[in-house]
Nanobody, 129 residues
Framework: QMQLVESGGGLVQAGGSLRLSCAAS????????MGWFRQAPGKERELVAH????????????YYADSVKGRFTISRDNAKNTVYLQMNSLGPEDTAVYYC??????????????????WGQGTQVTVSS
């Protein structure tokens, strides 16, 4: 079993920044591919950013949704079993519940929720205009 606990959400004005953290349990965190998803009211959950682990090569390789490229940065500290999402230049369109997730299937697209087998409880990010 793996537990993921997000923190760092909150209310911020447009143009501001937040850093989300996701602390993971387990001794093999460094090998896992990790993603940040978000879900706004009435919308489907979408992948925001993804970072590869050490298993399978390309450790540290990142992916970003077009909507956040240049504004968000995903990173990880394997010594702390933590993955981060630095969010800059936030706008009202970024308002959502943000979830971190561990990729469980390498056969499915990383953009699919079904490709991830462990999820955090989510943290609310609200951006006021």
């Amino acid at each position: 079993q793996m537990q993921l606990v997000e923190s760092g959400g909150g209310l911020v004005q447009a143009g501001g920044s937040l850093r989300l953290s996701c602390a993971a349990s387990g001794r093999t965190f460094s090998s896992y591919n990790m993603g940040w998803f978000r879900q706004a009211p009435g919308k489907e959950r979408e992948l925001v950013a993804h970072i590869r682990g050490s298993a399978g090569g390309s450790s540290g390789m990142t992916y970003y949704a077009d909507s956040v490229k240049g504004r968000f940065t995903i990173s990880r500290d394997n010594a702390k079993n933590t993955v981060y999402l630095q969010m800059n230049s936030l706008g009202p369109e970024d308002t959502a519940v943000y979830y971190c997730a561990k990729q469980g299937s390498l056969l499915l697209s990383i953009r699919m929720s079904e490709a991830h087998d462990y999820w955090g409880q989510g943290t609310q990010v609200t951006v006021s205009s």
